[in-house]
């Protein structure tokens, strides 16, 4: 079944007077259950694709389907509702809170719902064991490692049982052991349903999901099958 689509999708910026196409006409369907990964060179475009499946920007022209619903179509809330509740982000820069122990971190993004703060502590500790980092849930950022700081990452985008994570060069800033550690948690995820879109410039990353995407000057130049 379908999660994702783009139909025809644009997304231009003006820089100095010219139109820089950062995505160029791409159609994608990503099903549910999928890993994919979108890989190429810096620039390229697949950060601002990530983006806009994200919700996090609007496309210039073209549509994304998100379980068959057409987000253009949307106002600025309902957006924010996706956001919070489908859709699970793990950037490259953790976007941790520094004075905030881990298992208030993972609990953020229940804040502003209706749950109580028992249940958002026990959806927490859910999500730390996930991810192996119960023992580390009162600990602050600056007491964990990179790995670890991500995996805190991973366990927050996870609270809200997401339709999707999006992972912006998770791995980017990490050493190599730690890397695959993240990888190896993200496949372990998606084995166990997670529908998973993972960017990285890594070869040797990308080629760990299922399917990859290769953007080259915001266009798909091809799509390769693992």
Do not use: W
């Amino acid at each position: 079944m379908i999660l994702l689509e783009t139909r025809n999708l644009h997304k231009i910026y003006e820089m100095d007077g010219e139109k820089v196409h950062a995505v160029d006409n791409v159609n994608l369907k990503i099903n549910k259950g999928d890993f994919l990964s979108i890989i190429g060179p810096s620039g390229c475009g697949k950060s601002t694709l990530m983006h806009l499946l994200g919700c996090l920007d609007k496309p210039t022209s073209g549509k994304i389907l998100f379980d068959g619903e057409d987000l253009s179509k949307l106002s600025e809330n309902e957006l924010a509702k996706i956001r919070n509740q489908k859709i699970g982000f793990v950037f490259q820069t953790y976007n941790l809170l520094p004075k905030t122990p881990a298992i208030s971190n993972v609990e953020l993004p229940l804040i502003y719902t209706n749950i109580s703060p028992k249940k958002r502590k026990e959806l927490a500790i859910k999500a730390l064991k996930m991810v192996g980092l119960l023992d580390r849930a009162n600990h602050y950022p600056s007491q964990l490692s990179g790995g670890q700081q991500q995996k805190v990452a991973v366990a927050r985008a996870l609270i809200n049982n997401p339709s999707v994570i999006l992972a912006d060069e998770p791995t980017g800033n990490l050493d190599s052991k730690s890397g695959q550690e993240i990888i190896h948690l993200l496949k372990d995820l998606n084995q166990k349903g997670n529908t998973i879109v993972l960017v990285t410039h890594d070869h040797s990353i990308a080629h760990q999901a299922k399917k990859i995407i290769h953007l080259l000057d915001g266009k798909i130049v091809q799509e390769e099958k693992l």
